[in-house]
């Protein structure tokens, strides 16, 4: 496949170093001191689990062409840097997919106004980490059993470019599902990170002090089902059932099984290392959030407090 990502961050790098390490023609919309890296030593990544370091060369723009057509643009900024990005989306009208691994609570409004709803797929990526200061990816795959690279449509099942797309991204090493609902697959992963996130900045990121107040875990636990909850009161089923479930559970189990996860590698890795270096990104999508839950007619209390919590 042509393959064009616009971003460069870790998503941006890690997907599209993979992508071209598995055959596809790979372009990398980067820019300044992120574009010069790039073009002198590759996309270098380093695989956290096994230490596995690779150095991939791909093709790198400074702006996405206008007159040029990709098999596919996967959109791959933060959903602060969205808004600047969208004009430059938008002047390309040749290439036939756009596909967001944005996190969003508002249905991507924006991207469907600037490449158009016919153009417009969504996905999210299944792997988390962090960019190091000599420019290498440190990377970790999430589990499929945990949460898979998910692609879909905005209504529908998926159609033939997303699932070629999909079939790439699977042969390039993760873990891949699709959905037929994928706007409420990313409200519902946004109500669970928001508080996930927002319980990271409560303790000043933190894991080891997180995991032992149990004030906090308790507290992000209500969080997450007040999001579900306005959710459903909103004709939204949560996306995928199996998340609410876990989120269900009494929370004398779920609370020290939280705990416990905060204290891992993975979470270091996967959430807080994203929520430190996201500030803006996630402190945009908690607002998103409790302004969609403010719609509802559910009771948000726990999720409204825990965001004052985050924010100081």
Known sequence: MRICVFGAGVIGSLYAGRLASAGHDLTVVARGARSARIESDGIVLVDEVSGERAAVRVETAPRLDPERSWDVVLVAVRKDQLAAALPELAANRVTPLFVSMINSADGSRSLVEAVGEARLSLGFPGAGGARREDGTVLYRIVSGAV????????????????????????????????????????????????????????????????????????????????????????????????????????????????????????????????????????????????????????????????SELAAG
């Open 147 to 306: 949460q898979k690279t998910t692609f879909g449509e905005l209504r529908g099942a998926p159609g033939p470019a997303v699932r070629e797309l999909a079939s790439a991204v699977g042969k390039a090493g993760f873990p891949v599902a699709l959905s037929g609902r994928m706007d409420a697959w990313q409200k519902t992963h946004v109500a669970m990170v928001s508080p996930l996130a927002n319980a990271v900045y409560a303790r000043s990121g933190d894991l080891e002090a997180l995991s032992r107040d149990r004030e906090i875990i308790g507290l992000t636990i209500d969080a997450v089902r007040d999001g579900f909850a306005a959710l459903r009161s909103l004709g939204i089923e949560p996306e995928p059932r199996s998340l609410e479930r876990v989120f269900s559970a009494p929370k004398g189990l779920l609370a020290p099984a939280l705990a416990a996860l905060f204290r891992t590698r993975w979470a270091d890795t996967v959430i807080a290392r994203h929520a430190l270096s996201a500030r803006a990104e996630m402190r945009l999508l908690s607002e998103e959030l409790l302004s969609l839950a403010d719609s509802s007619t559910a009771e948000v209390g726990s999720l409204r407090r825990l």
